[in-house]
């Protein structure tokens, strides 16, 4: 569909708008048809220059950020979600989906510091709760409120005062945590797996001690945290 300049092209052009949006704070960055590329500063929408972009530029720019297989699940799903790393710049979360038969892209910054229980206000009694050896900890909540955070924060603090194996199950990883007093397994799907189903069918066989799964959007997927919960 394009040969490999244009899109290691488009590729630098993402990779520059995605700097600019980290050198000004903003949190996302948006790329859609008729309209300039613009980062959301302050809860504000900030044009990055003048430049409408085509519907064929949206697409171009959209899959020079995918890898094959992400492009062949957005050709056959419409949506795709997955996570970029900028060295020395910052990891980011993208969502490619359809709107009006035209392609858009949502593109999130994620930060490389994992937050702390102060600064995120999360209550004391969440620590003691991390440390127990058996149960299932749900955490629940709107775009935005501060989930994927909280969940951060919680596995930092086990990582970080218990030995053991914790192993993530995302779509994509988010935060990268390095191994501290636990050793850390990152298994993102659609990258480390073929599925959730495919990477949660042997979590148990991998010896963990805190198995923490990014999303439950199905009855498969909710069997499985059960089960670990009872194991």
Known sequence: MYNAELLEEAKTFMFHMLTKVVEYGGSD??????????IKLQGLMRPLGQQILTPEKTKLFAYSLMNEKQRQEFENE??????????????????????????????RTIT????????????????????????????????????????????DHRNENSAGHIITVEDPVEYVHKHKKSMITHREV??????????????????PDVILIGEIRDTETMEHAIAFAET
């Open 190 to 207: 659609g990258v480390d797996c073929h599925t959730w189903h495919h990477a949660l069918k042997n979590t148990l066989r991998q010896a």
């Open 29 to 38: 960055l948006f790329i859609t048809a008729d309209f300039p590329p613009s």
């Open 112 to 155: 490389s510091e994992i937050p702390t229980f102060q600064k995120l206000k999360l209550p004391e009694s969440l620590k003691n709760v991390m440390m127990e050896k058996r149960g299932l900890i749900l955490v629940v909540g709107s775009t935005g409120s501060g989930k994927s955070t909280s969940l951060a924060a919680m596995i």
């Open 78 to 107: 419409w949506e795709c979600n997955f996570a970029i790393n900028i060295p020395e710049v910052s990891r980011f979360r993208v969502n490619v989906f359809k709107q009006q038969l035209q392609i858009g892209m949502v593109i």
